[in-house]
T-cell receptor, first 114, second 114 residues
Framework: NAGVMQNPRHLVRRRGQEARLRCSPMKGHSHVYWYRQLPEEGLKFMVYLQKENIIDESGMPKERFSAEFPKEGPSILRIQQVVRGDSAAYFC????????????FGPGTRLTVT | AQTVTQSQPEMSVQEAETVTLSCTYDTSESDYYLFWYKQPPSRQMILVIRQEAYKQQNATENRFSVNFQKAAKSFSLKISDSQLGDAAMYFCAYSPHNTDKLIFGTGTRLQVFP
């Protein structure tokens, strides 16, 4: 059973461009969580999604950030008009149901904004 | 606000010795989960151990054990017989029972010397 897949592993964008981060959950998992890790900090919760629904987006910045988890395909975290402060590692986790202790993390995408 | 504090930015231990990493948290909830995650240089988040707050018995996983003091809101991690492969960042995390997000501390970098 493959683990949580994230791609790309590294993404470089210039200021003002868009960044799209993809997360494929483990087989059979229908719950996805996105976290952001700034340099030298712990992970910060961003958003929790089930298939086709956003359940909790309390950690998402109000502008430029959006997330989706369509019926088919991976979950996408989208950052429009990136700025230098968006440079971070973005982690996705998945769960068979919405219980925290069953979250399995992907390897992360490191976004660098130049 | 619910917060997690790791007051030791860095710790070191000699191979085969024992080390304890500290974690305190702040909450008004009575039912919650606590976790320790390991993040090696690969950045993959690996669950080390978890504790349900309603369980008085301290969790143990092989060489890893916790000292859970609910009244003091303390959750320390003890690593026995330390190995070189234990070198990593260690994050303490908290989650209330009725929510879906993990709240992380800022991490402790553990070095293991031969």
């Amino acid at each position: 059973n493959a683990g949580v897949m994230q791609n790309p592993r590294h993404l470089v964008r210039r200021r003002g461009q868009e960044a799209r981060l993809r997360c494929s959950p483990m087989k059979g998992h229908s719950h996805v969580y996105w976290y952001r890790q700034l340099p030298e900090e712990g992970l910060k919760f961003m958003v929790y999604l089930q298939k086709e629904n956003i359940i909790d987006e309390s950690g998402m910045p109000k502008e430029r950030f959006s997330a989706e988890f369509p019926k088919e395909g991976p979950s996408i975290l989208r950052i429009q008009q990136v700025v230098r402060g968006d440079s971070a590692a973005y982690f996705c986790a998945s769960s068979p149901r919405g219980i925290p202790y069953e979250q399995y993390f992907g390897p992360g995408t490191r976004l660098t904004v130049t | 606000a619910q917060t997690v504090t790791q007051s030791q930015p860095e710790m070191s231990v000699q191979e085969a010795e024992t080390v304890t990493l500290s974690c305190t948290y702040d909450t008004s909830e009575s039912d919650y989960y606590l976790f320790w995650y390991k993040q090696p240089p690969s950045r993959q988040m690996i669950l080390v151990i978890r504790q349900e707050a309603y369980k008085q018995q301290n969790a143990t996983e092989n060489r890893f054990s916790v000292n859970f003091q609910k009244a003091a809101k303390s959750f320390s991690l003890k690593i026995s017989d330390s190995q070189l492969g234990d070198a990593a960042m260690y994050f303490c995390a908290y989650s209330p029972h009725n929510t879906d997000k993990l709240i992380f501390g800022t991490g402790t970098r553990l070095q293991v010397f031969p």
